[in-house]
């Protein structure tokens, strides 16, 4: 029988790696690795890949560890492969608004170092300041920006990831206008690691904005939010975000969150504009900048974070927000919950509340079944409630492509141990 021990030492004969035995950390939902393997660089990835495969180990990918309680529970795993080595700025092409970044690399830090050059990657997912940039990547994972911005795979344009057997593939470039090669970069984008290990990636910049400002409006109904956006929009208004939140108790009231960021005099117009259309729909409103307007946010984002309760990604029809308010308020009976995000995209947050797994799972079912909800993904919760019901849940057409994906990118199932969607 082979031994961690056995593992570990086998491991230690690869270059450039560095081979230690797991500690407490290094857990992942109950499972201990056999052997932590921290690469330096795409080199030694690909070396212990190759490794992995050829001796048919299971490889799970973790950098800061932000998204661990997404995912099924693993499979044995016999390597931990450590990304938090591989945290450079490798080239930023500021004339260019353009920045290739290593997958171990912190977003906070990044944007540190980018905002010497007065620009930023605009990715503020939850634990924002936490989350490495591969881990944003192989989740896909957005904020407030997304209203403006898109996801990191929309501002992606290059990317550098390692296959399963230590083959290492590049596609796109540095430049935003690039057509080299297959699109594998936005293949990769919310895998969670099933495919292929992310070691770099080029991004789309933003200039960071001169003056920012948030306003907090109080709308009487699910219906007047659609509304006010549809003003904003006849008004040629353009937030960088536009969040509503909904809390269990109080769904007749939706609070809302519409940040702009630009020039002082393009802002002074925006919020004039956006309290005319709020004053249209009888809405309470209050404006903020600075630390007051960074409080409201983390106070926002904090509302679909609790930490003791089951949490769900989740997307809509955009258009059919006051029907999605109805039906979640409906299904969710006595079951405390808040739900935030965009509803200009259709994506957000739901955490719900209690501990009777058999009524959380019967309301994840009946979201998962409804016409105006997508999809419905759990990002945390207890090992009682995920043995009811299946963390992804793929749509048909995903049953049929998935496995497809899994065994042309990895036919030996190296990666992943079970965890991800692939």
Request: with cysteine.
């Amino acid at each position: 029988m082979v031994t961690a021990a056995d593992r570990l030492r086998d491991a230690a004969g690869l270059a450039g790696c560095h081979a230690r035995p797991p500690a407490a950390p290094d857990e992942i939902d109950g499972v201990m690795p056999a052997v932590v393997l921290e690469p330096a660089g795409v080199v030694d990835v690909a070396e212990a890949l190759r490794w992995a495969s050829s001796t048919r180990l299971s490889v799970v990918v973790r950098c800061a560890g932000s998204k661990d309680g997404w995912g099924r529970p693993p499979r044995d795993v016999d390597v931990l492969l450590r990304t938090t080595r591989l945290d450079r700025i490798l080239a930023h092409e500021a004339d260019d608004l353009t920045a290739t970044v290593e997958a171990g690399a912190r977003l906070h830090d990044v944007n540190r170092a980018l905002a010497t050059r007065g620009q930023f990657l605009p990715f503020d997912p939850p634990d924002a300041h936490l989350a490495t940039i591969g881990g944003v990547l192989a989740t896909n994972d957005a904020g407030p920006w997304r209203h403006r911005h898109g996801t990191s795979r929309d501002r992606l344009i290059g990317m550098t990831v390692v296959m399963p057997d230590g083959l290492v593939s590049s596609s796109g470039g540095r430049v935003v206008k690039n057509v080299a090669g297959y699109d594998l970069g936005r293949l990769m984008v919310g895998s969670h690691g099933s495919l292929a290990v992310i070691v770099s990636a080029t991004f789309k910049l933003s200039p960071v904005p001169p003056d920012t400002r948030t306003l907090r409006i109080r709308a009487n109904r699910p219906t007047d939010v659609s509304a006010l956006l549809d003003q904003l929009r006849q008004r040629q208004c353009e937030p960088d975000a536009f969040e509503a939140h909904v809390a269990h108790g109080a769904a007749d009231e939706v609070v809302v969150l519409v940040r702009y960021g630009s020039v002082t005099a393009a802002i002074d117009d925006a919020c004039r504009e956006t309290r005319a259309c709020a004053d249209l729909i009888g809405a309470a409103t209050a404006t903020a900048s600075g630390d007051d307007a960074d409080a409201w946010w983390r106070a926002h984002e904090a509302a679909g974070a609790h930490p003791d309760r089951v949490q769900l990604r989740l997307s809509w029809k955009p258009a059919a927000f006051a029907q999605a308010t109805e039906f979640l308020t409906r299904v969710a009976g006595d079951i405390a919950f808040d739900w935030i995000g965009r509803v200009a995209v259709g994506s957000g947050v739901l955490s719900l509340g209690g501990d009777d797994v058999e009524a959380q799972a019967r309301i994840i079912r009946a979201l998962r079944t409804s016409d105006v909800f997508g999809h419905v993904v759990i990002t945390r919760a207890a090992a009682s409630l995920r043995r009811l019901v299946d963390v992804w849940a793929p749509t048909r057409g995903q049953l049929a492509l998935w496995p497809a994906l899994k065994a042309a990118c990895d036919p030996h199932d190296t990666l992943g141990a079970g965890r991800g969607p692939l």
